[in-house]
């Protein structure tokens, strides 16, 4: 998600000073040296760090956790959008919809915005900010949780989970011992009966999760609080709807040769079609390779070294070999591979290849 040298650097120092807090089994020397230089580099380059709300966001939270100045400068710097006690940042504006009380209206938020308010959501619990700001963040960030309690993708749920999880240890480092009192009752529309159910929830059971299936719907549910305390009442509504294919992101095109009796050439183009942006974030391409062939390691190996390919890294597991770009934009990236027959196979069934936006990948 990040885009500048310094919000990746940011997020490399964000690490290198939790370690240093939190104690680690390594030189103390070279980590204290290396601490000193992030906070040194993330000082001296703040004050030109706002250029995106997401290189904003991850600086904000570095320079929040180095303790200088330049958080007050940086976090400033981002947009807050603030509705009914609600508060998040975007990266990705997402468009309003004009129909209300229906389940078609909801659409997930796009994960950079999800990643972009943890951070928020850390950095605010870094500066002391006050603590109705971060419920206002936190209550934006749960609600963009599906119903196994993760996020868009595997980036935006760990920030997420880690924003969220460090101001529930917050929370009930300052409750009250007086126990949480919750109970609910339910009626659904086809008929007179009332489901209800009553909770404790005190420092035995506060990890407990409780959960109730309410049936039929729909139905009138309302939930009564009292105590001192904080909690999270999330509800769950499963549904199937039919929706329109979306046009694809990414293009892709494969052509396979033969180079003798063993060895084949894959050659492989994908290019970015989205009219919104020129480019992808870091893009993804997975191979699957048909029974019995592998890769040739060096070959791939050396197409990290081109410049116009912008290859990160490539791996290889089982049959499956992932090539992480930093971006894939409309001149698209095209590159050649050997597959390597190691076996022959009988009865070989068809393979894949995708490519998706590592953050978006949905």
């Known amino acids: 998600g990040g885009s500048t040298a310094y919000s990746h650097t940011a997020y490399v120092c964000t690490g290198l000073f939790e370690l240093a807090e939190n104690g680690c089994n390594c030189s103390s020397e070279d980590l204290n040296t290396a601490v000193k230089k992030c906070r040194n580099y993330l000082s001296r380059e703040a004050p030109l760090q706002t250029n995106t709300p997401y290189a904003a966001a991850i600086s904000c939270y570095g320079t929040s956790v180095a303790g200088h100045d330049g958080a007050q400068l940086i976090c400033g710097a981002l947009d807050v959008h603030k509705q009914e006690n609600v508060c998040h940042w975007e990266q990705e504006r997402t468009p309003p919809t004009n129909c209300r009380n229906s389940w078609r209206c909801h659409k997930p938020q796009p994960t950079a915005n999800v990643e972009i308010t943890a951070y928020g959501l850390l950095a605010s619990m870094r500066r002391g900010r006050p603590i109705s700001e971060q419920t206002c963040i936190a209550k934006w960030l749960t609600a963009q949780r599906n119903s ?9 749920t760990v920030v997420a989970i880690d924003a969220l999880s460090e101001l529930a240890a917050k929370l009930h480092s300052d409750r009250s011992p007086e126990p949480l009192q919750i109970s609910y009752r339910y009626k659904p529309h086809s008929t007179q009966a009332f489901d209800t159910e009553s909770y404790t929830l005190n420092d035995r059971n ?10 039929p719907i729909p139905g009138v549910l309302h939930v009564r609080i ?5 909690a999270l009442i999330e509800i769950s509504t499963r549904y199937n709807v039919r929706e329109d294919v979306p046009d694809a992101a990414f293009s892709l095109s ?11 050439s894959l050659q492989i183009c994908a290019r970015w079609q989205k009219k919104e942006t020129n480019a992808s974030n870091m893009a993804l391409l997975t191979i699957k390779l048909p029974s019995g062939y592998t890769v040739v390691a060096e070959e791939l190996d050396e197409l990290k070294g081109s410049s116009g390919l912008q290859l990160e890294r490539w791996d290889l597991s ?9 971006s894939i934009d409309r001149s698209g990236k095209c590159f050649n591979m050997t597959m390597d027959q190691e076996m022959v196979i009988d009865k070989k069934q068809p393979t894949f290849i995708r490519v998706q936006d590592y953050y978006e990948p949905a």
């Open 318 to 326: 089982g049959r499956d070999v992932f090539f992480y770009f930093e």
């Open 226 to 230: 009292s105590g001192a305390g904080s």
């Open 254 to 264: 494969r052509n396979v040769s033969k180079i003798d009796e063993k060895k084949h």
């Open 206 to 215: 506060q990890l407990v999760l409780f959960k109730r299936e309410l049936r």
């Open 148 to 156: 196994k309690g993760g996020f868009g993708s595997t980036q935006d």
